[in-house]
């Protein structure tokens, strides 16, 4: 028998990664995408495959489809896009979760709930496991997606606690590779993208902050094995590589890669912007049996393969 996933968000960058991978798996997947910061072309190439569904639709409205699992990867999630449109984060995150959840409801199906590192905030405890509760400005820009995402996780709970929703959430930390948007921001893509133009590396702050980077195929495994568990687990786990580095040692990986002259130069850091960021995956690892395998040289290397091969520079 045919299963039927639907994937909020399948356009975007992690988003286009699973539907290749439940493709993969045999399954029917429809393909629920704005386009407002995912793209055509992440999923162009499923566009003719019988088994794959696009419908271009806002999940902050109510969505009615049939399926066995629900997978909801819908939200702007690099610093730039989702302080663009704030309110529409707000609103992508919190009624687009509450109208998947109702979905999953009606449907009596499991759903996976991407959420984010960004629920930590600035963390004060170091690495990060599921047990702390975060340090989060709730006025500040980066607001939007922070509490929006909280919002989300607490209501995904309600829904399990009230109504017995299957739902299981997931809290990714940063992510990169192959279909990436070079245009989003993020310190991998912006890194890349400069190194191979020649131009200059612009480092926030002094560079001396950390993040842990996780190789997109990685998580997706995560993913895949969170939704495959039998039974549900109680709370929110961490997926991500706790490989850690600093954004100044990022940058220097980089430019060795792309064998880029770059300079680096120092522009200021932005307002709330994580001093320390890592995952403690002892949960993902003990419930999932789920640990990184690509190091950071390894995925790196791929993911400039990919820039240059597609001259996204
Ligand atoms: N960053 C940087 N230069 C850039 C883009 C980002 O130094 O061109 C820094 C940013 O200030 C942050 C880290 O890299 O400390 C990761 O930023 P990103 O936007 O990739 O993700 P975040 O973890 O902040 O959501």
Request: proline share 21%; charged share 25%; no cysteine.
């Given at each position: 028998m045919v299963r039927h996933a639907i994937i909020a968000g399948g356009a975007g960058f992690l988003g286009s990664h699973l539907v290749a991978r439940l493709l993969s798996e045999g399954y029917h997947v429809v393909c629920v995408d704005d386009l407002s910061t995912g793209s055509e072309e992440n999923i162009f190439e499923h566009l003719?495959?019988?088994?794959f569904e696009f419908v271009e639709h806002d999940i902050a409205t109510p969505i009615s489809v049939e399926c066995d699992k629900i997978y909801n990867l819908a939200c702007p999630a690099s610093p730039k896009q989702y302080m663009t449109n704030p309110i529409k984060t707000f609103k992508t995150s919190i009624f687009g979760t509450i109208n998947l959840l109702d979905l999953a409801h009606q449907q009596k199906c499991k759903m996976l709930q991407v959420s984010t590192?960004?629920?930590?905030?600035?963390?004060?405890?170091?690495?990060?496991?599921?047990?702390y509760l975060g340090n989060v400005?709730?006025?500040?820009?980066?607001a939007c997606y922070d509490e929006g995402k909280r919002a989300a996780e607490a209501v995904c709970f309600d829904y399990q606690r009230q109504l017995g929703v299957d739902v299981r959430v997931v809290r990714v930390f940063n992510t990169y590779g192959?279909?990436?948007?070079?245009?989003?921001?993020r310190v991998v893509s912006n890194f890349i993208t400069q190194a191979f133009k020649g131009e200059d590396i612009t480092v926030y702050g002094d560079g001396s902050q950390t993040r842990s980077f996780c190789y997109v195929d990685d998580l997706i495994e995560g993913f895949c094995r969170t939704m495959a568990r039998e039974t549900q687990f109680a709370g929110p786990i961490n997926l991500g590589n706790p490989e850690e580095y600093s954004v100044k040692d990022l940058a220097h990986k980089v430019l060795s890669i792309v064998h880029s002259s770059s300079q680096l130069v120092y522009k200021q850091l932005p307002q709330d912007d994580p001093k320390r960021r890592r995952p403690d995956i002892t949960k993902a690892q003990d419930i999932l049996d789920w640990s990184p395998k690509v190091s950071v040289d390894d995925g790196l290397a791929r993911t400039v393969d990919w820039f240059r091969d597609t001259r996204k520079n």
């Open positions: 003719e495959n019988p088994n590192s960004e629920v930590y905030g600035d963390p004060t405890v170091h690495p990060q496991p599921e047990t400005n709730t006025t500040g820009p980066r192959p279909k990436m948007d070079p245009d989003d921001g």
